[in-house]
């Protein structure tokens, strides 16, 4: 007998008991409404599960080893197609989301290679089941393992920063142009160059790993940085035997 992860909304509202707990976690039957022992029974334990679940600090939750539904071995490692999903939904997340609602939508996205399929689907009819699942999990596991994705998910886009930081060449002139617009076809021109250089089709450069298709664009970010390196280096030199002939 255990809190799902539905009843998150619910034990967070302002309700002291619900009927929902009552019936689907605690197995209260309406007809026992009159044997007023059992009624008792249920209620207390209901409120209990309640009390219990509106005491624990969630955000403190973590990775349940024993849970049955498994986390990617790295988020790095799901499909990039997954990430960018899963980019989308946390982003645009707020506080006017439904939380419940966010949090199964998170961990379907972020674990349905590892629990489902390899192949990334977020349209079929088993990620929707995967889902349905989900909700009907410990809701201490399922807090706890969306916590751990978030978790990874903001160490890993800090990591990607500060690697693309490293070999970024300034142009203020493609900035004064509006460069900063190409941005919105990051994905596309991604996808794309994973297709050339792969030689692979468009849907499986989609399900490609996040981990696979940012390095190849940080080994080519990295190819042209070092290039861009050169050409100052020699225009130095250039310069400096020039001074030397003339002085």
């Given at each position: 007998?255990?809190?799902?992860?539905?009843?998150l909304?619910?034990?967070?509202g302002?309700?002291?008991?619900?009927?929902?707990?009552?019936?689907?976690?605690?197995?209260?039957?309406?007809?026992?409404?009159?044997?007023?022992?059992?009624?008792?029974?249920?209620?207390?334990?209901?409120?209990?599960?309640?009390?219990?679940?509106?005491?624990?600090?969630?955000?403190?939750?973590?990775?349940?080893?024993?849970?049955?539904?498994?986390?990617?071995?790295?988020?790095?490692?799901?499909?990039?197609?997954?990430?960018?999903?899963?980019?989308?939904?946390?982003?645009?997340?707020?506080?006017?989301?439904?939380?419940?609602?966010?949090?199964?939508?998170?961990?379907?996205?972020?674990?349905?290679?590892?629990?489902?399929?390899?192949?990334?689907?977020?349209?079929?009819?088993?990620?929707?089941?995967?889902?349905?699942?989900?909700?009907?999990?410990?809701?201490?596991?399922?807090?706890g393992?969306?916590?751990?994705?978030?978790?990874?998910?903001?160490?890993?886009?800090?990591?990607?920063?500060?690697?693309?930081?490293?070999?970024?060449?300034?142009n203020?002139?493609?900035?004064?142009?509006?460069?900063?617009?190409?941005?919105?076809?990051?994905?596309l021109?991604?996808?794309?160059?994973?297709?050339?250089?792969?030689?692979?089709?468009?849907?499986?450069?989609?399900?490609?790993?996040?981990?696979?298709?940012?390095t190849?664009?940080?080994?080519?970010?990295?190819?042209?940085?070092?290039?861009?390196?050169?050409?100052?280096?020699?225009?130095?030199?250039?310069?400096?035997?020039?001074?030397?002939?003339?002085?």
């Amino acid at each position: 007998m255990h809190l799902r992860l539905r009843d998150l909304d619910t034990i967070s509202g302002d309700k002291v008991i619900s009927e929902e707990i009552m019936r689907d976690v605690v197995g209260f039957k309406k007809y026992w409404f009159f044997k007023k022992a059992l009624f008792r029974v249920a209620a207390s334990r209901a409120m209990d599960l309640i009390g219990k679940a509106r005491e624990t600090d969630i955000s403190k939750l973590g990775y349940n080893e024993k849970g049955r539904i498994k986390k990617p071995d790295h988020i790095d490692h799901i499909a990039f197609q997954a990430m960018m999903q899963l980019e989308n939904i946390i982003s645009n997340s707020n506080m006017e989301s439904n939380m419940v609602d966010t949090m199964t939508l998170v961990i379907a996205t972020a674990c349905y290679q590892k629990n489902i399929n390899e192949h990334f689907d977020s349209d079929g009819e088993e990620f929707s089941n995967f889902r349905k699942q989900i909700l009907d999990e410990s809701m201490y596991d399922m807090v706890g393992l969306f916590n751990h994705i978030c978790g990874e998910y903001g160490d890993s886009q800090l990591k990607w920063k500060k690697l693309f930081m490293s070999v970024e060449i300034p142009n203020a002139e493609m900035e004064e142009a509006g460069a900063g617009r190409m941005n919105q076809f990051r994905v596309l021109t991604t996808i794309k160059t994973m297709c050339d250089e792969f030689n692979c089709s468009y849907d499986e450069a989609w399900q490609m790993s996040y981990e696979l298709t940012q390095t190849n664009s940080y080994a080519k970010a990295t190819y042209a940085h070092i290039h861009e390196n050169l050409r100052i280096l020699k225009e130095h030199k250039m310069r400096a035997e020039k001074s030397a002939r003339h002085s």
